[in-house]
């Protein structure tokens, strides 16, 4: 059974710091990961899918790898803002068998201070 | 716009009263799911759909119903709604295939169930 764990589960910094999120997982055989941000009570926003086959996907100020044979990829968000203050989760996508389903990872919630 | 949405966004019901809440998507996607988050337990799937017609049960699907007769919608049925059902919901839907199947997800259902 796969299982996603996020570290840290919280995490606060100054404005301007440079982060990573950390998440893993215990089964290699993924199609793919995805990053998402839940802002409190609201749904889930969508930053970044990676591919089984990719090591890194970009977009504006966050970069997501992926080294799927270590089950682990990382989050990392440059020169941090106030409005980046949300919940990051990660969650994967396994291939194989009838698992048609992400399975998430229970977030690590940042604060971003001015 | 490409979007899931879903009703209603907010929710206060009684304990065996019967409820429908509704998920549509405007993407022609085939894959559609419904997850529940609840704190410390993160998101879990209920129920998913692979195309019209084709339904199967997820990680908690007892107390819930689904009926997936049309592409775009995918209602999730509460028979007899209990308070342990109180929850946060989400629908998602994205394509089938592995390489595209980024998940976009709806805003979220607020469920209280006294």
């Known amino acids: 059974k796969q299982e996603v764990t996020q570290i840290p589960a919280a995490l606060s910094v100054p404005e301007g710091e440079n982060l990573v999120l950390n998440c893993s997982f215990t089964?290699?055989?993924?199609?793919?990961l995805q990053w998402f941000r839940q802002d409190p009570g609201k749904g889930l926003t969508s930053l970044l899918l990676?591919?089984?086959?990719?090591r890194e996907q970009t977009s504006g100020r966050l970069n997501a790898s992926l080294d799927k044979s270590s089950g682990r990829s990382t989050l990392y968000i440059a020169a941090s803002q106030p409005g980046d203050s949300a919940t990051y989760l990660c969650?994967?996508?396994?291939?194989?068998?009838?698992?048609?389903?992400?399975?998430f990872g229970k977030g690590t919630l940042l604060t971003v201070n001015p | 716009e490409a979007q899931v949405t879903q009703n209603p966004r907010y929710l206060i019901t009684v304990t065996g009263k019967k409820l429908t809440v509704t998920c549509s998507q405007n993407?022609?996607?085939?894959?559609m799911s419904w997850y529940r988050q609840d704190p410390g337990l993160g998101l879990r799937q209920i129920y998913y759909?692979?195309?019209?017609?084709?339904?199967d049960k997820g990680d908690v699907p007892e107390g819930y119903k689904v009926s997936r007769k049309e592409k775009r919608n995918f209602p999730l049925i509460l028979e007899s709604p209990s308070p342990n059902q109180t929850s946060l919901y989400f629908c998602?839907?994205?394509?089938?295939?592995?390489?595209?199947?980024?998940?976009?997800f709806g805003p979220g259902t607020r469920l209280t169930v006294l």
């Open positions: 998602a839907s994205s394509l089938i295939a592995p390489d595209y199947n980024e998940q976009f």
């Open positions: 089964d290699s055989a993924i199609y793919n």
């Open positions: 990676i591919q089984s086959s990719q």
């Open positions: 969650a994967v996508w396994n291939s194989g068998g009838s698992n048609y389903k992400l399975t």
């Open positions: 993407m022609n996607h085939e894959y």
């Open positions: 759909s692979m195309n019209v017609e084709v339904t």
